[in-house]
């Protein structure tokens, strides 16, 4: 049974650093694909960054590069978004999703596997 917890969440101010973690149970495949999706208030949900965990190959929606970092520690099976330059806008549920066995790094939501129950990212202005 794989089981993805996510952690990390909180309230920051804008211009705040949060690191999102997300430990990932019950995965035994060698490589696969993960990726962060957030959802905020009246909003779909959208792909955040995706990492293909055997390989580390990363990709990022538009809004986070430069500001997000995606990362696996293979080790730990864990998953971590490091997010500095916080705004406003980025304010919302984040979850963690894994894809197996995978297809690469995406950030495509329906073809993810399993999702975590999310961790709330509030950035005041």
């Known amino acids: 049974q794989v089981r993805l917890v996510e952690s990390g969440g909180g309230s920051v101010p804008a211009g705040g650093s949060l690191r999102l973690s997300c430990v990932a149970s019950?995965?035994?495949?060698?490589?696969?694909?993960m990726a962060w999706f957030r959802q905020a208030p009246g909003k779909e949900r959208e792909g955040v960054a995706g990492?293909?965990?055997?390989?580390?190959?990363?990709m990022y929606a538009k809004f986070a590069t430069g500001r997000f970092t995606i990362s696996h520690d293979t080790a730990n099976d864990t998953l971590y978004l490091q997010m500095n330059s916080l705004k406003p806008e980025d304010t919302g549920m984040y979850y963690c999703?894994?894809?197996?066995?995978?297809?690469?790094?995406?950030?495509?939501?329906?073809?993810?596997?399993?999702w975590g129950q999310g961790t709330q990212v509030t950035v005041s202005s």
């Open positions: 999703a894994a894809d197996i066995p995978g297809g690469g790094r995406h950030i495509v939501e329906e073809w993810m596997d399993y």
């Open positions: 019950g995965i035994s495949a060698r490589g696969y694909s």
């Open positions: 990492i293909e965990t055997g390989g580390g190959t990363t």
